[in-house]
T-cell receptor, first 113, second 115 residues
Framework: SAVISQKPSRDICQRGTSLTIQCQVD?????MFWYRQQPGQSLTLIAT?????????ESGFVIDKFPISRPNLTFSTLTVSNMSPEDSSIYLC??????????FGQGTRLTVV | GENVEQHPSTLSVQEGDSAVIKCTYS??????FPWYKQELGKRPQLIID?????GEKKDQRIAVTLNKTAKHFSLHITETQPEDSAVYFC??????????????FGKGTKLSVKP
């Protein structure tokens, strides 16, 4: 299994500002991902966080809006930049170890006012 | 890319009855199909998964079946209990280009089990 610590658990932010979400895993993992889950909706993949290189973004998500870092095999950050109310959502990091199941962080509930 | 369709979006059953949720996927190269349960305000938790080399897997009251030819898979919950009430998501492992290993999720099924 994998123990994931995601911070912050929730935040209320002013529009136009940025928030960085951290994801720390208790062991090295092959792959790390960032998802968004809007209220009552499914999980939408934002990007794959690649260790040592630029993240791979899904259609509809761009690096300028959601810059991602992954400096090592246990840590990643997602920044939500220049926030607007439409960015209000739950953001979850997910990890996969050696091609096994995916584990999720507890999520960050973001409200933009 | 991969597309996962899930239905029904809501399902209400009486305690003790069975519940079935179905998903279809589009990428024939997908080879891993997990099911997640998400209770209100909590993270998704894996409840069962199946790989493409088997057709069925069972774990107590939960079973998953896979039909690779038709590209669909189903979750079966027997003898449902109120604590089974949650949102259930199916997913397929996406094997396209540089995005190998990530999951594409269905839209979810809200299951309500009435006592």
């Amino acid at each position: 299994s994998a123990v994931i610590s995601q911070k912050p658990s929730r935040d209320i932010c002013q529009r136009g500002t940025s928030l960085t979400i951290q994801c720390q895993v208790d062991s090295q993992v092959t792959m790390m991902f960032w998802y968004r889950q809007q209220p009552g909706q499914s999980l939408t993949l934002i990007a794959t966080a690649n260790q040592g290189s630029e993240a791979t973004y899904e259609s509809g998500f761009v690096i300028d809006k959601f810059p991602i870092s992954r400096p090592n095999l246990t840590f990643s950050t997602l920044t939500v930049s220049n926030m607007s109310p439409e960015d209000s959502s739950i953001y979850l990091c997910s990890v996969v170890k050696e091609n096994t199941e995916a584990f999720f962080g507890q999520g960050t509930r973001l409200t933009v006012v | 890319g991969e597309n996962v369709e899930q239905h029904p979006s809501t399902l209400s059953v009486q305690e003790g009855d069975s519940a079935v949720i179905k998903c279809t996927y589009s990428d024939s190269a997908s080879n891993y199909f997990p099911w997640y349960k998400q209770e209100l305000g909590k993270r998704p938790q894996l409840i069962i998964d199946i790989r493409s080399n088997v057709g069925e897997k069972k774990d107590q009251r939960i079973a998953v079946t896979l039909n690779k030819t038709a590209k669909h898979f189903s979750l079966h919950i027997t003898e449902t209990q109120p604590e089974d009430s949650a949102v259930y998501f199916c997913a397929a492992k996406y094997n396209y280009g540089g995005s190998q290993g990530n999951l594409i999720f269905g839209k979810g099924t809200k299951l309500s089990v009435k006592p």
